[in-house]
């Protein structure tokens, strides 16, 4: 299963975002935005809320099985 990841953030970040990032969509809900973004191969969303805080969340990456090392017997 893909993990997610996020991190709060400010709304400098979230303006960044749409300088840089392919909006998909965006809905207002209330007094929050909910922004969907493609960056490369990576799909970000981020919601805004009505004060300065954003929260970003997006796949996190899959990291390669973790592999050990076995050294030949040489006797």
Known sequence: MTKLR???GQR????QLLVDAKLLSSAA???A???HFQT???EIVA???GQ???VLVSLQSPTAPARRRIDK???
């Open 40 to 42: 490369g191969e990576d």
């Open 33 to 35: 935005t909910l922004y």
């Open 73 to 75: 017997d040489v006797t």
């Open 47 to 49: 919601l805004s809320t």
């Open 12 to 15: 400098a970040e979230l303006a």
């Open 6 to 8: 996020w991190h709060a």
């Open 29 to 31: 809900v209330g007094a």
């Open 52 to 54: 300065d805080n954003v």
